[in-house]
């Protein structure tokens, strides 16, 4: 066990595959001299040579439709975008192409592939770069979504990615690459579909996932004060979507908070609420909350940037209503 | 390339061609017209429903290109398929059945019209987006650069795939990386009801070639033999590890766009200028002048084509439908 970045982690998982299946490359914009926008395929390029570390150009239907076909041809592609807001480029392909093949062509085809992009606001970078849009794959039928939290889980989570068969989404959040934690070394899978309970809690279930997570984890220890014992649980992946742990935890707690960066509206904490009443509806004794991103676009003002996204101290709020 | 010397491909084409190889393009564009002229039928009297797009007209290109090809080449389409579905080699039968939404279809009755697929083919699908196609036929072409094999991908799409991002997006990338695809135009002069000079900034289509560095060539689409001469030389470029091109098949297709369309927007003047020109009548004539073919054999061809398409309208009538408990099977690999 090390401590590695989240950034290292995907890095680490990258070249352990790339060592186990001469299948598997990597291309998009600046993934090779430039070692990724975000550094994730830094040194890539030199280990494993320009065949398998592909720089792009800047044509993201065609790279994605090409990672498609790739996968058609018997290789196992990931398609880095630079950041999730360029999928809108690729959505054709995404959508109407890899997520419809295997059932429109009657289960005669695979398409292994994976799409790697950052997501997520925090930087001042304006509405344009700063959109979490994983309700957007998790609403269509035929693709898989993961978005790690943790280092461990970001390698753990990839490494699983590339030895499915289904076109994944692989969504990493801008401000999580820096952040450290304990990441085994070597072979370490975590399974799709697997959700994970992070902190144990008798008086209310936090249920979050990717960066959010974090600001639950903050906002259990303002609670903890305070005497409001919380359990929380990162749901790691959204499709395959694991919500045993949740319906079991709000079994024991009777109220449940949702914490995710998409907008609130229609996004994958309403998909999860829904479920949630579906299950277990006769065990709440609250209404369910969701903390989300206020439905606007993201402002560069630093400050309207940050009272658009969910924060610790929402979190707070949100569960005093409950209790 | 000037149209006197894909003349002379195809003149050519046709002294290198015994009669066995002109019988088998005469077959297979006669199998796909009767095809097409049966499922036409077949729609009217509600067997088939949906959107269902002939390719009557058009054979000359499917045929002819395809038989440049190898059984191990991919082929990618678009959701007017039939033609390079049954080209390829796929069961007359297995191609009616899934129009027919049956089980035994090619697609299991998932499919349709607009989606039919045979990997073992490599039929690698029809698409319904226009230019949809394209960019997996540049990643079929990234796959076999990558396993260092000697297949080529031949990608067809139609005049209304020209406007679309993706097909600039594709032959920039195919051209970049030296991808062994064969860009295949079927110029039919309307995309739905808008005609080609109302739709697109140039006329002659095969000249996006040049701004992406790949020749490109203009051929008569109603010409089997000289779609064939000109592929092949597409092909053996892609092969040789020279790069993609791009062949416009200037054609027509008989039909309107779907089957719900009459094509009220074409003069029937045009309609008849090209029905003279018809492909298949047109190589019969050929044969018979040059005397490299039989009536008599061609007639038993003509008997054994109509054979083969009730034999398959009735493989189709009678498979079963597919059963509604797998209504979710295959929407993810388990």
Redesign the interface.
Same mark, same amino acid.
């Given at each position: 066990m090390a401590v590695i970045s989240y950034r290292e982690a995907l890095n680490q998982a990258l070249r352990e595959e790339f060592d186990r299946d001469e299948r598997i490359?990597i291309m998009g914009e600046e993934v090779g001299n430039f070692g990724g926008a975000f550094k994730v395929t830094d040194g890539l390029l030199a280990a494993y040579g320009a065949?398998r570390v592909r720089d792009? !150009?800047i044509?993201e239907?065609?790279?994605?439709?090409?990672?498609?076909?790739?996968?058609?041809?018997?290789?196992r !592609?990931i398609v880095e975008l630079m950041t999730i807001n360029f999928a809108l480029l690729a959505m054709?392909?995404i959508v109407?192409?890899a997520a419809k093949?295997?059932?429109?062509?009657?289960?005669?085809?695979?398409v292994p592939l994976v799409i790697r992009a950052p997501q997520g606001a925090g930087h001042q970078l304006g509405a344009q770069h700063s959109q979490s849009l994983e309700a957007y794959f998790l609403h269509c !039928?035929?693709l898989?979504v993961a978005v790690p939290a943790t280092p461990a889980d970001a390698k753990g989570l990839l490494k699983s990615a590339l030895r499915?068969?289904?076109p994944l989404i692989f969504l990493e959040h801008e401000s999580l690459y820096g952040v450290k934690g304990d990441v085994p070394e070597g072979e370490y899978l975590v399974p799709l579909g697997k959700s994970n309970l992070l902190r144990e809690g008798k008086d209310v279930t936090l249920i979050s996932y990717s960066k959010c997570v974090y600001d639950c984890l903050q906002a259990a220890e303002v609670l903890e004060n305070e005497g409001i014992d919380s359990e929380l649980i990162d749901l790691r992946t959204l499709n395959p979507l694991d919500l045993g742990p949740v319906v079991e935890s709000i079994k024991k707690t009777g109220k449940a908070v949702l914490v995710y960066e998409g907008w609130k509206t229609g996004g994958a904490g309403a998909e999860v609420a829904a479920r949630i009443y579906e299950a277990v509806f006769d065990h709440l004794d609250a209404p369910i909350q969701r903390v989300a991103t206020a439905d606007a676009p993201i402002a560069y003002n630093a400050r309207l940037e940050h009272a658009a996204l969910p924060s610790p101290a929402e979190v707070v709020r949100a569960v005093e209503r409950l209790v | 390339m000037a149209l006197e010397r894909t003349r002379h491909v195809a003149e050519r084409t046709l002294l290198t061609m015994d009669e066995a190889g002109l019988s088998d393009f005469y077959r297979l564009m006669l199998l796909i017209r009767q095809f097409e002229e049966r499922v036409a039928e077949m729609y009217s009297r509600g067997k088939i429903t949906g959107f269902c797009h002939l390719y009557a007209g058009e054979e000359a290109v499917a045929v002819g290109a395809i038989r440049a090809l190898y059984d191990k080449d991919?082929v990618?389409s678009t959701y007017r398929e039939h033609g390079h579905c049954l080209a390829k080699g796929v069961s007359p039968r297995t191609v009616m059945a899934e129009l027919f939404g049956k089980a035994t279809?090619? +697609?299991?009755?998932?499919?349709g019209s607009m989606?039919l697929?045979? =990997?073992g083919l490599r039929f690698?699908?029809g698409?319904a987006?226009v230019g949809?196609g394209?960019?997996? =036929?540049?990643?079929?072409?990234? +796959?076999?650069v990558?396993?260092e094999e000697p297949e080529v991908v031949c990608c067809f799409f139609g005049d209304g795939a020209l406007p679309q991002? =993706?097909f600039h997006? +594709?032959l920039?990338?195919a051209s970049?990386w030296k991808l062994p695809v064969v860009f295949i135009c079927e110029n039919n002069f309307y995309g739905m009801g808008t005609m080609v000079q109302h739709a697109i900034c140039r006329e002659e289509l095969y000249k996006f070639a040049e701004s992406y560095k790949m020749p490109g060539v203009r051929v008569d689409g109603m010409d089997v033999l000289e779609v064939h001469g000109a592929a092949l030389e597409a092909v053996a470029r892609a092969r040789e590890g020279d790069g993609p091109s791009l062949i416009e098949a200037v054609t027509y297709r008989y039909r309107g766009h779907s089957m719900s369309d009459p094509a009220e927007y074409r003069p029937r003047r045009e309609e008849r200028i090209w029905l003279e020109r018809d492909p298949i009548k047109s190589l019969r004539r050929r044969m018979l002048n040059e005397k490299r073919g039989d009536e008599n054999r061609l007639l038993e061809l003509e008997k054994e084509v109509a054979a083969v398409i009730d034999d398959a309208v009735a493989f189709a009538e009678q498979s079963p439908e597919p059963p509604l408990s797998e209504l979710t099977?295959?929407?993810?690999?388990d």
């Amino acid at each position: 066990m090390a401590v590695i970045s989240y950034r290292e982690a995907l890095n680490q998982a990258l070249r352990e595959e790339f060592d186990r299946d001469e299948r598997i490359f990597i291309m998009g914009e600046e993934v090779g001299n430039f070692g990724g926008a975000f550094k994730v395929t830094d040194g890539l390029l030199a280990a494993y040579g320009a065949k398998r570390v592909r720089d792009t !150009p800047i044509s993201e239907l065609a790279i994605t439709g090409a990672g498609v076909g790739a996968a058609m041809g018997g290789l196992r !592609p990931i398609v880095e975008l630079m950041t999730i807001n360029f999928a809108l480029l690729a959505m054709d392909q995404i959508v109407n192409h890899a997520a419809k093949m295997r059932y429109m062509f009657g289960g005669n085809v695979r398409v292994p592939l994976v799409i790697r992009a950052p997501q997520g606001a925090g930087h001042q970078l304006g509405a344009q770069h700063s959109q979490s849009l994983e309700a957007y794959f998790l609403h269509c !039928p035929g693709l898989r979504v993961a978005v790690p939290a943790t280092p461990a889980d970001a390698k753990g989570l990839l490494k699983s990615a590339l030895r499915q068969d289904d076109p994944l989404i692989f969504l990493e959040h801008e401000s999580l690459y820096g952040v450290k934690g304990d990441v085994p070394e070597g072979e370490y899978l975590v399974p799709l579909g697997k959700s994970n309970l992070l902190r144990e809690g008798k008086d209310v279930t936090l249920i979050s996932y990717s960066k959010c997570v974090y600001d639950c984890l903050q906002a259990a220890e303002v609670l903890e004060n305070e005497g409001i014992d919380s359990e929380l649980i990162d749901l790691r992946t959204l499709n395959p979507l694991d919500l045993g742990p949740v319906v079991e935890s709000i079994k024991k707690t009777g109220k449940a908070v949702l914490v995710y960066e998409g907008w609130k509206t229609g996004g994958a904490g309403a998909e999860v609420a829904a479920r949630i009443y579906e299950a277990v509806f006769d065990h709440l004794d609250a209404p369910i909350q969701r903390v989300a991103t206020a439905d606007a676009p993201i402002a560069y003002n630093a400050r309207l940037e940050h009272a658009a996204l969910p924060s610790p101290a929402e979190v707070v709020r949100a569960v005093e209503r409950l209790v | 390339m000037a149209l006197e010397r894909t003349r002379h491909v195809a003149e050519r084409t046709l002294l290198t061609m015994d009669e066995a190889g002109l019988s088998d393009f005469y077959r297979l564009m006669l199998l796909i017209r009767q095809f097409e002229e049966r499922v036409a039928e077949m729609y009217s009297r509600g067997k088939i429903t949906g959107f269902c797009h002939l390719y009557a007209g058009e054979e000359a290109v499917a045929v002819g290109a395809i038989r440049a090809l190898y059984d191990k080449d991919y082929v990618i389409s678009t959701y007017r398929e039939h033609g390079h579905c049954l080209a390829k080699g796929v069961s007359p039968r297995t191609v009616m059945a899934e129009l027919f939404g049956k089980a035994t279809g090619v +697609s299991g009755g998932r499919g349709g019209s607009m989606h039919l697929f045979d =990997a073992g083919l490599r039929f690698m699908g029809g698409y319904a987006i226009v230019g949809g196609g394209l960019p997996l =036929a540049v990643g079929l072409g990234l +796959s076999i650069v990558y396993k260092e094999e000697p297949e080529v991908v031949c990608c067809f799409f139609g005049d209304g795939a020209l406007p679309q991002g =993706a097909f600039h997006e +594709s032959l920039n990338l195919a051209s970049l990386w030296k991808l062994p695809v064969v860009f295949i135009c079927e110029n039919n002069f309307y995309g739905m009801g808008t005609m080609v000079q109302h739709a697109i900034c140039r006329e002659e289509l095969y000249k996006f070639a040049e701004s992406y560095k790949m020749p490109g060539v203009r051929v008569d689409g109603m010409d089997v033999l000289e779609v064939h001469g000109a592929a092949l030389e597409a092909v053996a470029r892609a092969r040789e590890g020279d790069g993609p091109s791009l062949i416009e098949a200037v054609t027509y297709r008989y039909r309107g766009h779907s089957m719900s369309d009459p094509a009220e927007y074409r003069p029937r003047r045009e309609e008849r200028i090209w029905l003279e020109r018809d492909p298949i009548k047109s190589l019969r004539r050929r044969m018979l002048n040059e005397k490299r073919g039989d009536e008599n054999r061609l007639l038993e061809l003509e008997k054994e084509v109509a054979a083969v398409i009730d034999d398959a309208v009735a493989f189709a009538e009678q498979s079963p439908e597919p059963p509604l408990s797998e209504l979710t099977k295959h929407v993810y690999v388990d």
